[in-house]
Structure formats: structure tokens, C-alpha cells
Nanobody, 120 residues
Framework: QVQLVESGGGLVQAGGSLRLSCAAS????????MNWYRQAPGKKREWVAT????????DYADSVKGRFTIPRDNAKNTVFLQMNSLKPEDTAVYLC???WGYGHETRYYWGQGTQVTVSS
């Protein structure tokens, strides 16, 4: 089992920055990719960014590319989402997802989410 706890959300003005954190606990040794998703009211959950196990490869949705980064600190079992140049359309609940693997088994774990609100 893996437990994920997000933090760092809040209210920020357009153009501002926020840094979200996702702390993992439990069977963290077998965590591979870490991801951030977001879900705005009335909209489908949207993938935002991915970082691989060692942090060597990252990928971003076009909507956040150039503004967001996804650093990872394996020593602290934590992944971050650094969000710069925020826009009102970035308002959503941001959720962390881990991809856990052992042998042929893959599991997905989600955090509870943290609210980000960007005012215009």
C-alpha cells in the first residue's frame, strides 16, 4: 500500500506561483512514475505532468508546458509541482498519482487532492 498526501494549494492571483507537494509513505520503494492530475468543477480529470522514477524524464500537458515543472526528491519520497505564471483556467483540485510496480503487478494510488484557485 502507498499513501499520498498533497499540500500547498491555495488562492493566488493570476501571474503568481504556487508549489504543491505530494508526500508518499508505505511501500515507496516500488513507486515508479509519479504524476499530477487536476480536475476543475464540471470537467473531466486532466493529466498535468509525469516524472519518472529517477527524475530523469519529465513530460507535461501542452496547457502547462513552459509554466509548470515536476521535480522529485526520492530521499524525501516527495514529488512537487512548481506552478508559475498561473492563469484562472488553472483553477482546479490537483491530485497526485503514483504508479507502483512489483514483478508483473502494477497498482495506482491517488492522493485526496489540494485545491488551487487562481483569481483574475
Amino acid at each position: 500500500q502507498v499513501q499520498l498526501v498533497e499540500s500547498g494549494g491555495g488562492l493566488v492571483q493570476a501571474g503568481g506561483s504556487l508549489r504543491l507537494s505530494c508526500a508518499a509513505s508505505g511501500s515507496v520503494f516500488n513507486i515508479n512514475d509519479m504524476n499530477w492530475y487536476r480536475q476543475a468543477p464540471g470537467k473531466k480529470r486532466e493529466w498535468v505532468a509525469t516524472v519518472t522514477r529517477r527524475g530523469s524524464t519529465t513530460d507535461y500537458a501542452d496547457s502547462v508546458k513552459g509554466r509548470f515543472t515536476i521535480p522529485r526528491d526520492n530521499a524525501k519520497n516527495t514529488v512537487f509541482l512548481q506552478m508559475n505564471s498561473l492563469k484562472p483556467e488553472d483553477t482546479a483540485v490537483y491530485l497526485c498519482k503514483s504508479v507502483w510496480g512489483y514483478g508483473h503487478e502494477t497498482r495506482y494510488y491517488w492522493g485526496q487532492g489540494t485545491q488551487v484557485t487562481v483569481s483574475s
